[in-house]
């Protein structure tokens, strides 16, 4: 079958648009690998399937899979580029919309100047929600080979752990980053995120993602990052996040309320390819 789709991209970090609406179809892992290949297929780091909505409070609903075909519940740039693909098609004219994913609810606004911010929910800490196999503490000493990596574990719709380095250029991500993902102490894996710290209200960071390696941006990693940050009174409540392929702005005010991720969304191409 003929598949239409839409590349967009948010700071970098790609993604495989698909509507779900009004073409029906049922992705198998092997078909998303085949389209996220960078050689012989599309290339993304992941696709965003759109469906209907599933409730009555909601109007959509998406589906996100990374480049290895498996199913994650969140990505913070994705939400991003969904909801601009929504207003830009005219799917919608609301400002503010109500996404239902399988982390749960988020709800994305365009602001008068074309960026986009995001209600990602509030972040959880508790071991079981992230998951992760340890007691709840602010920091882990997590055993990796011979040596042990101090980092904090926590969820924003999906797990992720967060080490401070003294510089992201020489941060191991390429070889810590995959030991951590597929750590024996997170189940379902995790994103691994390397920050350092410029001042309070700035950050640099990069992110080994799961099933995908590095990506240029995390839109979920900049939060856990920032969150983490803050939750060791390290940072201050409202933090610019450079990423390899541009900057994010991040805010929470702290437990119990929600991380408001702020950033740019944008169509690189469209196009037809036989599935």
């Known amino acids: 079958m003929k598949l239409k789709f839409t590349k967009m991209q948010g700071l970098g970090n790609d993604f495989i648009v ?36 599933r409730t009555p409070q909601a109007d959509f609903s998406y589906r996100i899979f990374n480049g290895d075909g498996g199913e994650v519940e969140q990505c913070g740039n994705g939400v991003r580029c969904f909801a601009r693909y929504v207003w830009d098609k005219g799917l ?3 400002q503010n919309l109500v996404i239902e994913t399988r982390a749960g609810i988020l709800k994305p606004r365009i602001e008068s100047d074309g960026q986009i911010s995001v209600d990602m929910g509030p972040p959880s800490f508790e071991p079981r929600a992230i998951p992760f196999s340890a007691p709840i503490a602010n920091t882990y000493k997590l055993p990796v080979g011979d040596t042990s990596v101090e980092l904090s574990a926590l969820a924003i ?9 003294d510089n992201v250029d020489e941060a ?7 030991a951590i993902e597929s750590h024996s102490s997170f189940p379902q894996r995790v994103n691994v995120g390397f920050m350092q710290i410029v001042d309070p209200g700035h950050i640099r960071l990069r992110v080994y993602e799961r099933g995908v390696g590095e990506t240029q941006a995390c839109g979920s990693g900049a939060c856990a990052a920032v969150v983490a940050g ?18 994010l702005v991040i805010e929470w005010p702290g437990e119990p309320y929600p991380v408001l ?3 740019p969304a ?3 191409f469209e196009g037809e390819i036989e599935l």
């Open 157 to 165: 719709g999906n797990p992720h752990a967060v080490i401070q380095v």
């Open 261 to 263: 991720m702020t950033g």
């Open 172 to 178: 191991p991500v390429d070889t810590l980053g995959p």
């Open 18 to 53: 698909i509507d779900g609406i009004s073409q029906s179809l049922d992705l198998q892992p092997q078909q998303v690998r085949a389209l996220a290949d960078r050689h012989l297929g599309i290339g993304c780091d992941q696709l965003l399937l759109i469906e209907p909505a």
């Open 92 to 94: 919608s004219k609301k």
């Open 266 to 268: 944008t169509t690189v």
């Open 230 to 247: 803050i939750r060791r009174k390290l940072l201050a409540p409202r933090v610019e996040v450079e990423l390899t392929g541009g900057a």
